[in-house]
């Protein structure tokens, strides 16, 4: 087991990939002679059947779908349309900001999706009615985690095939907690812009140009866009199909209203877009398949009974346990990236919150709304890297001003780990 973990640590201080550190380390467990059972062939077919499943035939889908959707500008419809509702009242349209990245996140599963595809919009349009930059890039990179919170969820779908529980649960789970982070968020939202004042007059002209256009211009301009999470989740929800089928229909959906609805890309741009798929799911391929046999052989070798008798038997309080578990996650999330971070620490961490009584999928949303904080933290921080390379804006500046965002999100988390109910009402 030593040898695993210095093998780990070692390569991932030296900056080999993630996929290459787990399998290293499970070939260093053959060599080390911990155990008869885990050989290169054991090694090589834990590693191809990790990729055999079908819920993970979800993720590419949704990683293309929410591509379509980036390229056909669904995002500005949404934002126009919460506009004309929230562009009059203080913070209005920074909240709208956040409306669009949780109806977005509904759309992509990911956190970086959302971040670019919302950002690349919003941030300009916050410019040019006074906003600070700085400000509207730090809350569109942070209100970007609920990309992987409000389903459909690439994490959820990883967590949900490492911890053998239902996709379909892990999803309405999601819902009430995404909901509660963006109201922290627009809180956050509304105590800055409140602190530092807006410029009224521009925010005025543009909520009239907005109001001009009437109710039903601005409806039917969104309707499709707003019909899309419906057409998803009320689609897995009403029994009509599984998570993964609801991925193939997003994928028609998007395209048939990008190229015959809004008319904003044509088929000549499906090849780009399946290329950027296939750059985005080739290394998280790797990651899950690697991780996948890591996993087995921390099994093999008792870790997470291990870890879970000590744990109980140190720490007598549920409350303690708890929150070591929590920075645990929030650590693992600064460091390593999400998919790498469900896979390496569900087999080891979820014995110990079972153990002590949390159920499995409150565990899930727990562990993923931790991981999310990660997206906007340095030095691994995804979402953070996207707004700074799309707004040509330093690191350290933009972790400053995430941090007020930040601080509302783990008011969320706290809420969350607190109180099961948030995240068990709807399962």
């Known amino acids: 087991?030593?040898?695993?973990?210095?093998?780990?640590?070692?390569?991932?201080?030296?900056?080999?990939?993630?996929?290459?550190?787990?399998?290293?380390?499970?070939?260093?467990?053959?060599?080390?002679?911990?155990?008869?059972?885990?050989?290169?062939?054991y090694v090589y077919k834990g590693t191809v059947d990790g990729l055999v499943s079908y819920p993970l035939l979800a993720i590419p889908l949704f990683i293309f779908s929410g591509l379509i959707m980036a390229r056909g500008g669904i995002a500005r419809?949404?934002?126009?349309?919460?506009?004309?509702?929230?562009?009059?009242?203080?913070?209005?349209?920074?909240?709208?900001?956040?409306?669009?990245?949780?109806?977005?996140?509904?759309?992509?599963?990911?956190?970086?999706?959302?971040?670019?595809?919302?950002?690349?919009?919003?941030?300009?349009y916050l410019d040019d009615l006074g906003y600070d930059r700085n400000f509207s890039a730090a809350l569109v990179a942070t209100a970007g985690g609920l990309g992987v919170i409000i389903p459909p969820s690439v994490p959820f779908i990883i967590y949900s095939l490492s911890a053998n529980c239902s996709v379909s649960d892990m999803f309405a789970a999601g819902i009430l907690p995404g909901?509660?982070?963006?109201?922290?968020?627009?809180?956050?939202?509304?105590?800055?812009?409140?602190?530092?004042?807006?410029?009224?007059?521009?925010?005025?002209?543009?909520?009239?140009?907005?109001?001009?256009?009437?109710?039903?211009?601005?409806?039917k301009d969104s309707f499709w866009a707003l019909l899309t999470p419906v057409i998803i989740l009320g689609g897995i929800y009403g029994g009509i199909v599984t998570p993964t089928e609801a991925?193939?229909?997003?994928?028609?959906?998007?395209?048939?209203?990008?190229?015959?609805?809004?008319?904003?890309?044509?088929?000549?741009?499906?090849?780009?877009?399946?290329?950027?798929?296939?750059?985005?799911?080739?290394?998280?391929?790797?990651?899950?398949?690697?991780?996948?046999v890591f996993g087995r052989v921390l099994t093999l070798l008792n870790l997470p009974n291990l870890v879970t008798s000590f744990m109980t038997t140190a720490i007598s309080s549920k409350f303690v346990i708890l929150l070591i578990i929590n920075i645990i996650l929030l650590v693992a999330g600064m460091l390593i990236n999400t998919t790498s971070a469900i896979?390496?620490?569900?087999?080891?961490?979820?014995?110990?919150?079972?153990?002590?009584?949390?159920?499995?999928?409150?565990?899930?949303?727990?562990?993923?709304?931790?991981?999310?904080?990660?997206?906007?933290?340095?030095?691994?921080?995804?979402?953070?890297?996207?707004?700074?390379g799309m707004f040509k804006i330093p690191i350290t500046t933009m972790t400053k001003h995430t941090m007020p965002f930040i601080f509302a999100f783990a008011v969320a988390l706290i809420l969350v780990a607190a109180f099961p109910q948030i995240s068990l009402l709807l399962v």
């Open 179 to 219: 909901l509660l982070i963006a109201a922290c968020l627009s809180v956050a939202c509304y105590i800055i812009c409140k602190r530092r004042g807006e410029d009224k007059a521009k925010l005025m002209e543009n909520y009239t140009a907005i109001r001009s256009r009437g109710f039903w211009s601005v409806f």
């Open 247 to 292: 991925a193939t229909v997003s994928v028609f959906y998007s395209l048939f209203v990008s190229i015959f609805i809004y008319k904003t890309m044509s088929f000549k741009d499906i090849p780009s877009i399946l290329e950027e798929t296939a750059k985005n799911m080739a290394p998280m391929l790797i990651v899950i398949a690697t991780a996948v």
């Open 343 to 388: 896979l390496i620490l569900t087999p080891v961490l979820l014995p110990i919150a079972t153990a002590i009584g949390v159920n499995v999928i409150h565990f899930g949303i727990m562990m993923v709304v931790n991981l999310a904080i990660g997206f906007v933290t340095p030095p691994v921080g995804t979402n953070l890297y996207v707004a700074c």
């Open 77 to 124: 419809k949404l934002f126009e349309f919460f506009a004309y509702f929230m562009g009059k009242i203080t913070a209005g349209l920074p909240i709208t900001s956040v409306i669009t990245c949780l109806f977005y996140g509904a759309l992509s599963g990911s956190g970086p999706a959302t971040t670019a595809a919302v950002g690349s919009m919003v941030v300009p």
């Open 1 to 41: 087991m030593t040898a695993l973990f210095i093998v780990l640590i070692v390569t991932l201080a030296i900056g080999v990939p993630i996929g290459v550190c787990l399998g290293l380390g499970a070939i260093a467990t053959f060599l080390s002679g911990a155990t008869s059972v885990i050989t290169p062939i």
